[in-house]
């Protein structure tokens, strides 16, 4: 923040008048990230004072356990001989079955209980078809959290600004909710002052402003409008 020096000029229906006010400057927009998770900084991407973009990468946490995870859920989920074999059989049981019931409507060389025993089989192979799809669904999902979590473990920039504050080096370790970095916009500020309570009054919008901040002898100054 830094010191500024705010002039009110105005005019009302009484008088005209010109209140000086001291106050800071608050940036814009002012975030402080926290770790996501627990773990250990493997590499700081930026440094204090740093201009940054937003969805640069800023921090990186270890996630060689959560790349891992991601690789297994996929090799899991590309795995497709499982759901193959389920399908064939479901195919070869039908073929049975109806030979099956066939036999039984035109030579009666089975009984209805073989009938029966093929209908059961298929009917468990179509159960098992639909266990493995239910099994591949949550398996899809496994897959997500287990990209989420890859994701939480790189710290990006939600915005356009500027490093202040940077208290973890690299190889520390963090706890979920520490904070790891502040960042600053500053492209933008917000004045903060008390003002006289007769003053205030007094103020409306669109008065003009005068703003003034800097160091003694390096002072600038500009318009606006409240």
Do not use: W
């Amino acid at each position: 923040s830094a010191l500024l020096i705010l002039l009110f000029a105005f005019t009302t229906e009484v008088r005209a008048a010109e209140i000086r006010v001291s106050g800071i400057s608050a940036p814009y927009r002012d975030v402080i990230l926290s770790a996501p998770t627990q773990g250990v900084i493997e590499a700081v991407r930026v440094a204090e004072g740093q201009v940054v973009k937003q969805g640069q990468i800023l921090i990186e946490l270890e996630r060689a356990t959560e790349s891992l995870e991601v690789d297994r859920h996929q090799l899991i989920l590309d795995d497709k001989s499982e759901v193959t074999v389920a399908e064939e059989r479901i195919k070869t049981l039908m073929v049975a079955l109806e030979s099956t019931r066939k036999l039984f409507g035109s030579t009666g060389s089975v009984s209805k209980e073989d009938v029966a025993t093929k209908e059961l089989e298929y009917k468990q192979a179509v159960a098992e078809q639909a266990r493995l799809a239910a099994a591949e669904r949550r398996q899809e999902l496994d897959l997500r959290l287990a990209r989420e979590d890859l994701r939480r473990k790189i710290i990006r920039s939600p915005l356009d600004g500027t490093v202040v504050e940077l208290p973890f080096d690299e190889g520390e370790g963090c706890k979920a909710q520490d904070p790891l970095i502040r960042i600053v916009n500053t492209s933008r500020f917000y004045f903060e002052a008390n003002v006289e309570a007769r003053d205030g009054q007094a103020l409306k919008e669109s008065d003009s402003v005068r703003v003034e901040f800097g160091a003694p002898g390096k002072v600038t100054r500009f318009e606006g409008k409240l």
